[in-house]
């Protein structure tokens, strides 16, 4: 309070002086405010970078494991377990790729595995009341729900029954139940997928996780998607293991394209959902071991997890927002030295008025506070001024941009306390340099 009465005239001559000269003075602000509003926006997409990655997470699964087929052509001899012998003939291994019996091995092999999902899936329009869309349609078990974590709106999941006698039943997405049931319950009413009625039974809860560019990962977006049990998709949908009257007339068709690609697996995926974390990569070893054993040593498969990927990216997130948070961190130093230049230019111009003002009893003090003030409420008005652009900018980028912004406290609080300390520190030398001019020196300034 002492301080406050002691040094308040020199903080209003400051203010004066910016007043007065409010051109510079804005030019001088310019470096703050960007720095502090870059700060403050690439904080907040990082932000919700991180949390998005950690949403995605979650819905994987930190647990989960998840086996791919290999579809590969039919020249390349790895795919297809070609061997070489002495005499350069080939010798075909075969494999009945990804099935339900791996399931069931691994299930009941592995001690480490909590749950096992096997996965199928088509894609083909839905239909109702008059209405097309296009979706998906994944054969899954009850385990699938439990792994990925989804919650039901209303209804039921499979039943034992339903399940085991693969019944034309099935659980939809958020986004099925508003295109084609609007306005009524969807509960015990029919959506045909391809052709076959399916009876809804269940709807799960809507999924704003973004979730398009893991895919690949094993993740699907549940919100558009039909859910039918296992059997079901395979009995009355696709069995790619079975050998009949249509699969030799479309191999004799492929024959006669020349066409090389062909996919002989049961199934599309396989999700295992491991007990304890830090059983993940021994699981991975003795499984992969299991099922090559399983597929005659055909390497016709792929082992991924999905949380390792997405940490993956998410460490790469987070060093490219630090480098971004550094590029925005440098405009606040820039920034400062803007302001010393500028009070550095400021000294040299008002040399007379510090003569005049120690001549009649101005201290040291004082030059150093007026001075001082000035450069600190040029950076706290351009904190403030970048504190409101930062916020605006992270709101507009979320809008338009689609992009997920977090703007919290503590970037906030950290870009505007950097902009006063930038004023302190680039602003005490020129200070100084003013206090220490004699004052009759100054007094004859030309």
Request: charged letters at 20%; proline letters at 2%; aromatic letters at 8%.
């Amino acid at each position: 309070m002492r301080f406050y009465k002691a040094y308040l005239h020199d903080i209003m001559i400051a203010f004066e002086a910016i007043m007065s000269n409010k051109l510079r003075s804005i030019l001088t602000a310019l470096g703050i405010i960007f720095g502090v509003a870059a700060v403050i926006t690439m904080l907040a997409i990082g932000k919700g970078a991180q949390q998005e990655i950690l949403e995605q997470i979650k819905m994987v699964g930190v647990n989960n494991i998840v086996v791919f087929p290999l579809i590969e052509n039919d020249d390349d001899q790895a795919a297809s377990g070609e061997e070489v012998d002495d005499t350069n003939k080939k010798k075909k291994k075969l494999s009945k790729g990804l099935t339900l019996a791996d399931v069931n091995a691994i299930q009941t092999t592995l001690t480490t595995v909590k749950l096992v999902s096997p996965e199928v899936i088509i894609n083909n329009n839905a239909y109702q009341n008059g209405m097309k869309f296009q979706t998906k349609l994944l054969g899954v078990n009850n385990h699938y729900f439990e792994i990925y974590n989804l919650e039901l709106e209303k209804g039921v999941y499979f039943d034992s029954a339903q399940s085991e006698k693969g019944m034309a039943v099935c659980v939809i997405g958020a986004n099925i139940q508003s295109k084609f049931f609007p306005q009524s319950d969807p509960i015990g009413q029919y959506i045909k997928f391809g052709k076959n009625w399916l009876k809804i039974v269940g709807v799960l809860e809507r999924n704003n996780i973004k979730l398009s560019g893991y895919q690949n990962a094993g993740v699907n977006v549940i919100n558009d998607n039909i859910f039918v049990p296992i059997k079901t998709a395979l009995l009355r949908y696709q069995d790619r293991s079975m050998v009949n009257a249509l699969k030799v007339q479309e191999a004799a068709r492929r024959r006669n394209r020349s066409q090389k690609v062909k996919n002989y697996h049961q199934l599309d995926k396989i999700v295992v959902q491991v007990k304890q974390t830090e059983d993940v990569q021994a699981t991975v070893e003795v499984m992969s071991r299991m099922i090559l054993r399983r597929h005659s040593d055909v390497l016709d498969y792929e082992i991924t997890v999905p949380e390792l990927l997405l940490k993956q990216q998410q460490r790469t997130k987070e060093i490219f927002n630090f480098v971004l948070g550094a590029i925005a961190s440098i405009s606040l130093i820039v920034g400062g030295i803007g302001i010393m230049n500028i009070m550095f230019a400021s000294v040299m111009e008002r040399i007379k008025e510090i003569g005049t003002r120690m001549a009649i009893g101005a201290k040291k003090k004082d030059i150093v506070v007026q001075f001082l003030a000035e450069a600190v409420l040029i950076s706290v008005s351009g904190g403030i001024i970048g504190v409101v652009l930062g916020v605006i900018a992270s709101v507009l980028i979320s809008r338009f941009l689609n992009i997920v912004t977090i703007i919290s406290l503590f970037s906030v609080v950290v870009a505007f306390a950097v902009s006063v300390g930038v004023g302190v520190i680039f602003g005490y030398s020129p200070a100084k340099r003013a206090s220490e001019r004699d004052p009759i020196e100054s007094l004859r300034y030309e």
